[in-house]
């Protein structure tokens, strides 16, 4: 086993978790990122993002009530979110932008701050339109500068409590070489930020899992970490998820330049009628539901409609915006199979649930309800964990765990008894090399998500046995799952957080006894107004009592 | 499946099986050799082949990943 000290522990080096360490380590805080992959090119920013939500005064004027109202009101803030967080990220993005320029990431391509794409009618655009191709190199580079250390090609498992309970580090497995070892990091604070959960669904086409819009390689371990250690969850009965391209599932949908319509192009919603490069079209953002309701209430198919987009707009979108979004696999795939789309429409379908901005509970200093335990971007559930939300968090939790660290210097040591059922866990898994492979257990995660913790319709009768289902799945795969290599040991690990992760979403389903937004009951189908402006919370004792609540809206 | 690696070009850096967000690609380092080891389990993203320091990765994209499109005049 490898043994690390530090004072800071970012896990997932993504957006969220490089902002973090860059700003941990400006404070002077000992910082390691502890990463599945590699930083420089990890995560849902792989290769790159293209628009920044954010505030800059010289562009939108000094009237912050009018932002805070506009942004509030998009849905880029939307209807599960704390406005207090969405306050700290207006508030902070203009600051974040301009040391990204400094680290040398492209945010004026034209040379002056451009808005564009995501647009809401009547309101003031808000989208930065930046190039991110190489966002991830930048924010990596300056992470090492500001003194941190990276630990590429580890899963972090779990998280460890000192003998008093309070938090003291974590453990995982370095899958850098063909056996894995397992990896334990002693520290005083951690960051969760491990991105969204792309595979606990069936992906749009079920027989590749891979196949989803945001990286693959974010699987909920965040979440499942931070409700075992028992911190707080929230929103997790409000399932969401994409739209894009079907069947080659792509983020990025507010880089298509086009409307969204029927087959006979007519369009269905009153944002646009004629493709806007300055707006877009939001329909997909508000609605990314609808190439699913449609095609069941038999509208569909929907398309994205680019046909009436002009030539210099279309070749724009396509040899720069998705090179900038990283999403240019979509303009290889048009040349290679001779899609024209000034005359082809590219059909939209909805893509399954991945449960962003639905996880981890923060305060405005990106603070969970465990001391010394923090989150930022995808994996936290009541504030937008998009770039700048992920980027915002980042760094306001960096800026924070550094004081706290100078502030807790008696976290006893991790006692090795407690590594031991780690151990044991990894060398049973490898043991069983003819044991069940994890696409297996992956198989039945996914099924038993689709059907009972539903996006369409969901019943106490049919979350009961959900729950019933996903508790005989985890002693199944802890009997039978077994791997024989590090590659494998990874996955299998990933899919076990995802059974744990299952448990809160579909507890606070059950609890939610009303239909309300995504959230659609059969045996409760009215709203219970009582519940107006509150959000559902819930955390797991270490001795295993759940305790669920509802609070306001903050 | 997916990335496509041109054995000619290849190098054998490994620095593509280091970056690849999902852990597709491998570099077995006794035959020197880079493999393409979990292919259904590609994104898809290109970073491999933006960053391969002599272009040797091309990515193939699967049927089952089919765009859908319709042309705009209707069926003909
Ligand atoms: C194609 C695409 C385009 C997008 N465009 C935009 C855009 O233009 N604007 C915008 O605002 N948002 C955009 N997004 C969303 C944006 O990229 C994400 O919201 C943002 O990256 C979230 O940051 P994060 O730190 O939460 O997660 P990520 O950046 O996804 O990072 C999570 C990291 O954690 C690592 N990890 C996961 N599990 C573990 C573990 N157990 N141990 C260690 N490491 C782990 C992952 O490998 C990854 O590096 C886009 C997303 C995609 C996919
Ligand atoms: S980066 Fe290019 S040269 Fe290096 S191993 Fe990969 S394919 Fe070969
Ligand atoms: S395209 Fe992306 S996921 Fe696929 S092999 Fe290359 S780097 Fe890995």
């Given at each position: 086993m490898k043994t690390y000290n530090c004072e800071f522990l970012c896990v997932g080096g993504g957006v969220g978790g490089l902002m973090a360490a860059i700003a941990a380590g400006k404070k002077g805080a000992d910082v390691i990122i502890a990463e599945k992959a590699d930083t420089r090119r990890s995560g849902s920013g792989a290769n790159g993002n293209d628009h920044f939500h954010c505030y800059i005064p010289e562009c939108h004027g000094t009237d912050t009530e009018r932002v805070y109202r506009e942004i509030g009101s998009s849905f880029d803030a939307g209807p599960w979110v704390d406005m207090e967080l969405t306050k700290v990220w207006i508030d902070r993005s203009f600051e974040v932008i301009q040391m990204w320029e400094d680290m040398g990431i492209n945010m004026r391509p034209t040379g002056v701050w451009k808005f564009e794409g995501h647009g809401m009618p009547g309101q003031q655009l808000y989208n930065l339109k930046f190039d991110g191709a190489l966002q991830k190199s930048c924010l990596t580079r300056e992470a090492k500068q500001q003194g941190a250390r990276i630990l590429n090609h580890i899963i972090i498992h779990d998280l460890l409590a000192d003998k008093d309970g309070r938090l003291a580090g974590a453990i995982g497995v370095d899958i850098s070489e063909e056996i894995p070892e397992t990896v334990m990091i002693q520290c005083e604070a951690v960051l969760l930020a491990t991105g969204m959960v792309s595979r606990m669904y069936p992906s749009i086409t079920p027989a590749y899992m891979f196949n989803t819009p945001c990286c693959?390689?974010?699987?909920?371990?965040?979440?499942?970490?931070?409700?075992?250690?028992?911190?707080?969850?929230?929103?997790?009965?409000?399932?969401?998820?994409?739209?894009?391209?079907?069947?080659?599932?792509?983020?990025?949908?507010?880089?298509?330049?086009?409307?969204?319509?029927?087959?006979?192009?007519?369009?269905?919603?009153?944002?646009?009628?004629?493709?806007?490069?300055?707006?877009?079209?939001?329909?997909?953002?508000?609605?990314?539901?609808?190439?699913?309701?449609?095609?069941?209430?038999?509208?569909?198919?929907?398309?994205?409609?680019?046909?009436?987009?002009?030539?210099?707009?279309?070749?724009?979108?396509?040899?720069?915006?998705?090179?900038?979004?990283?999403?240019?696999?979509?303009?290889?795939?048009?040349?290679?199979?001779?899609?024209?789309?000034?005359?082809?429409?590219?059909?939209?379908?909805?893509?399954?649930?991945?449960?962003?901005?639905?996880?981890?509970?923060?305060?405005?200093?990106?603070?969970?309800?465990?001391?010394g335990l923090y989150a930022a971007g995808n994996c936290t559930g009541n504030v937008n964990g998009s770039l700048c939300g992920a980027a915002v968090f980042g760094m306001t939790a960096g800026e924070d765990a550094a004081d706290y660290v100078k502030n807790?210097?008696?976290?006893?040591?991790?006692?090795?008894?407690?590594?031991?059922?780690?151990?044991?866990?990894?060398?049973?898994?490898?043991?069983?090399?003819?044991?069940?492979?994890?696409?297996?257990?992956?198989?039945?995660?996914?099924?038993?998500?689709?059907?009972?913790?539903?996006?369409?319709?969901?019943?106490?009768?049919?979350?009961?046995?959900?729950?019933?289902?996903?508790?005989?799945?985890?002693?199944?795969?802890?009997?039978?799952?077994?791997?024989?290599?590090?590659?494998?040991?990874?996955?299998?690990?990933?899919?076990?957080?995802?059974?744990?992760?299952?448990?809160?979403?579909?507890?606070?389903?059950?609890?939610?006894?009303?239909?309300?937004?995504?959230?659609?009951?059969?045996?409760?189908?009215?709203?219970?107004?009582?519940?107006?402006?509150?959000?559902?919370?819930?955390?797991?004792?270490?001795?295993?009592?759940?305790?669920?609540?509802?609070?306001?809206?903050? | 499946m997916p990335p496509i690696i041109d054995v000619k070009k290849c190098k054998a850096c490994g620095y593509c099986a280091e970056i690849c967000p999902l852990d597709v690609l491998y570099l077995n380092k006794q035959i020197r050799k880079l493999i393409v080891r979990y292919p259904e389990e590609c994104w898809h993203c290109k970073a491999c082949v933006k960053d391969c320091p002599v272009n040797a990765i091309s990515i193939r994209y699967p049927l089952s990943h089919m765009m859908l499109h319709f042309p705009k005049e209707g069926l003909k």
């Open positions: 693959p390689a974010t699987t909920g371990d965040a979440q499942a970490m931070a409700y075992r250690f028992g911190a707080r969850l929230v929103n997790m009965d409000m399932l969401n998820g994409h739209a894009g391209p079907k069947y080659f599932a792509r983020g990025g949908k507010g880089t298509w330049i086009g409307v969204s319509t029927d087959i006979r192009g007519n369009t269905f919603t009153p944002y646009n009628s004629k493709p806007s490069r300055a707006t877009g079209d939001i329909t997909a953002d508000v609605w990314p539901t609808c190439y699913r309701d449609r095609l069941k209430k038999g509208k569909g198919p929907t398309f994205m409609n680019c046909t009436e987009t002009s030539p210099e707009d279309l070749d724009y979108m396509l040899h720069t915006a998705m090179v900038s979004e990283g999403i240019d696999s979509i303009t290889d795939y048009c040349e290679h199979y001779g899609i024209d789309l000034s005359s082809d429409m590219v059909e939209f379908g909805t893509y399954p649930i991945m449960m962003g901005q639905r996880g981890i509970e923060i305060d405005t200093h990106a603070r969970t309800s465990v001391p807790t210097k008696d976290i006893s040591r991790i006692d090795p008894a407690d590594i031991q059922k780690y151990e044991d866990l990894y060398q049973d898994l490898l043991s069983r090399s003819d044991g069940a492979h994890w696409k297996e257990a992956a198989s039945s995660l996914q099924n038993i998500m689709n059907e009972y913790a539903s996006a369409d319709q969901q019943s106490e009768d049919m979350l009961n046995a959900g729950i019933e289902y996903m508790r005989q799945l985890k002693a199944n795969c802890y009997k039978e799952l077994g791997c024989s290599n590090s590659h494998e040991l990874m996955r299998s690990l990933e899919v076990l957080n995802m059974i744990d992760l299952s448990e809160p979403i579909f507890l606070c389903s059950r609890n939610r006894k009303e239909t309300r937004g995504p959230h659609v009951r059969c045996d409760y189908d009215f709203t219970d107004i009582t519940l107006n402006g509150k959000f559902q919370t819930i955390y797991k004792e270490r001795n295993g009592t759940v305790h669920m609540d509802y609070r306001y809206k903050r | -």
